[in-house]
Every structure is written in C-alpha cells, then in structure tokens.
C-alpha cells in the first residue's frame, strides 16, 4: 500500500487538497514557524518528481479483447464474496476507498470465507462502481474485499503496462459504466511492455506529488498568513 497498493500512503491528502480546516487556530499554532519549515521542506522535497519522457510512436500495436486474454489464461479476474468482510476478521482486507486513495489496507476479513482471495504482488486491483481507480498491489498477503475486480496477469503481460491501459480505458469512459472484459489491450512484446509500464508508473508518481503538494502549498499558505496576522511569524529582512 507494507503498503499493498500504490507507492505512497494518501490517507488524509484529500481531506487537506479539499481545504478542511484545521482543528487548531492557525495564529494559535505552538510553533508556527517550524511548521512552516517543514511545509517549505515538504514543497522542495517533490519538485524533483518529473513527468516520463513520451514521443510520437507510428508503429502499429493491434489490439487483443481483454475477453480474449482471459479466455487463453493470459489473465484472471478474481471478485471477493460479500461474506470476506468481517468485523470479527483478524486478516488485513484491501477495501474500494483503500484503492482509490492508494493506502494499504484499512479493513478486518475472515480469510477461511468460501470464496475468499488473497492479493498478491503484481496484482492489478480495478473498482468501477463510485468513483473508478485502477492500482497495481505492491505486497502479498492481504484479503480482496467486496466491490473490487483483481486482475492476475502471467508472465507474458506485465502489471504496470496493463494497468495504464486499464486506467486510460476507464478514463475515457468519463463516468459511463465500463466492462473490463471489452478493454483492448495493445499487442506489445514484454519486453517493451515494462518500458510502457514504467512510464505509466512515472506519470503515477507525478500524479501523487501533486496532490501531496497542493495539500502541502495550501497548509504553507494558511500558517503563512496565520502566523504574519498573529504576530508569531515575520518576513526575512533583505528578501523582499
């Protein structure tokens, strides 16, 4: 999320990119300016994350039914029964809102369910009920819960490349119920697959910082002008 799905934990970046307020009086903070260091820190710390390098491809890459690569045991799809969630479970579940935000596990299940299935590395988890999000599972061990689609993939497909293409496919959907089985899936060999993989995988990774960084500019921005206002901050002289 060990994290099982994403790189990066975002629980609590949303409720900070959506501008909740904060608890405590921003003029009241205990030590304002080392707040506003660390926020400063937390800004310069992503400006290093950069967007992979794309160009024009004219090659031609036929697609194959995602059906299709199912039905020659290329892929699996794995869906957990209602019966997995438990409030007495002692096994870590993967939830929808944990894909969606791209956080380990949040949930108790019961693993011994008929039905129940076990996320493993590699894994590519797609929910398309709420609001879509495709991720690609980082660890083993932890129960897919209800709502979720878990596509395994063999050898042949790498799970960067397929979840790029699972997520360009349900973007473009724009809301509109998608079928997963009817994605077309371009013929690539594996070997270039993992280069697609990887640039997929960057552009994640860009995607993240900037939600971590506009929740970040946004807290620098409200201790900055709590603080100026509250007499507990001042500008540096000579740098104006």
Same mark, same amino acid.
């Given at each position: ?7 990066? %934990? ?10 909740? =307020?904060? !608890? ?6 205990? %030590? ?8 400063? &820190? ?17 090659? !031609? #890459?036929? =697609?194959? *039914? ?11 799809? #794995? ?10 479970? %002692? ?16 949930r108790w299940g019961t693993a011994d369910v008929p ?13 398309? &009920?709420? +609001? *879509? ?12 819960? =209800? ?6 993939? +063999?050898?042949?497909? %790498?799970?960067h490349f397929l979840a790029g293409i699972l997520r ?8 509109? #119920? ?16 993992r280069r697609y993989g990887r640039a997929f995988e ?37 740098? +104006?």
């Amino acid at each position: 999320m060990g994290e099982v799905v994403g790189r990066r %934990d975002r629980a609590g970046v949303d409720s900070a990119a959506d501008g909740a =307020p904060d !608890s405590l009086d921003i003029g009241q903070r205990l %030590d304002p300016f080392a707040e506003y260091r660390d926020r400063c &820190s937390a800004w310069l710390d992503l400006v290093d994350v950069r967007p992979p390098m794309l160009e024009p491809d004219t090659a !031609s #890459h036929p =697609p194959i *039914p995602f059906e299709a690569l199912v039905d020659a045991g290329a892929l699996a799809v #794995h869906e957990a029964p209602l019966t997995v969630s438990s409030t007495g479970g %002692d096994t870590p579940m993967l939830t929808a809102k944990d894909v969606r935000l791209g956080r380990a596990p949040s949930r108790w299940g019961t693993a011994d369910v008929p039905g129940a299935v076990t996320v493993r590395a590699g894994d590519v988890a797609v929910t398309i &009920s709420g +609001e *879509p999000a495709v991720r690609v599972c980082t660890a083993d061990g932890a129960l897919l819960g =209800p709502g979720i689609r878990l596509v395994r993939a +063999e050898s042949a497909i %790498d799970p960067h490349f397929l979840a790029g293409i699972l997520r360009a496919a349900v973007e473009a959907a724009e809301g509109d #119920h998608i079928d997963i089985y009817d994605v077309a899936v371009p013929r690539i060999d594996r070997s270039e697959q993992r280069r697609y993989g990887r640039a997929f995988e960057q552009l994640t990774e860009l995607e993240t910082a900037f939600l971590e960084q506009r929740a970040n500019i946004g807290q620098l921005a409200r201790i900055g002008f709590g603080g100026l206002a509250a007499g507990t901050l001042r500008p540096v002289a000579g740098t +104006e």
